[in-house]
């Protein structure tokens, strides 16, 4: 676990040894997480002021930076792939 070229809150790389673990029977797809976000009003660690993808300045992609509702180029995420696992989601986000 970690990246040592990466930024400093990832470092050392280390090794993790799991004792347990759990994952869900089903995948929560983007058109479930977008149910629950519209219900809610739900903010993801990703969209927070404060969020690493802010604090370390990524590269913008849109106006949802690294968020649930883009994909890995940056796009809004197409119906075409509301089945598909929700991404981009932090074991914050999956809790709530």
Do not use: C
């Not at 219900?39 to 969020?51: F, I, L, M, V, W």
């Not at 598909?84 to 074991?91: F, R």
């Amino acid at each position: 676990m970690g990246n040592n070229q990466g930024n400093k809150d990832e470092q050392p790389e280390h090794q993790v040894t799991l004792t347990s673990f759990y994952f869900g029977k089903y995948e929560v797809t983007y058109s479930d997480f977008k149910r629950f976000v519209e219900a809610t009003g739900y903010k993801t660690d990703a969209e927070q002021p404060d969020s690493i993808t802010f604090k370390h300045g990524m590269p913008p992609r849109g106006a949802n930076n690294g968020t649930w509702n883009m994909d890995a180029k940056g796009m809004p995420v197409p119906p075409s792939d509301s089945m598909k696992p929700v991404g981009n989601v932090s074991y914050n986000d999956a809790l709530a």
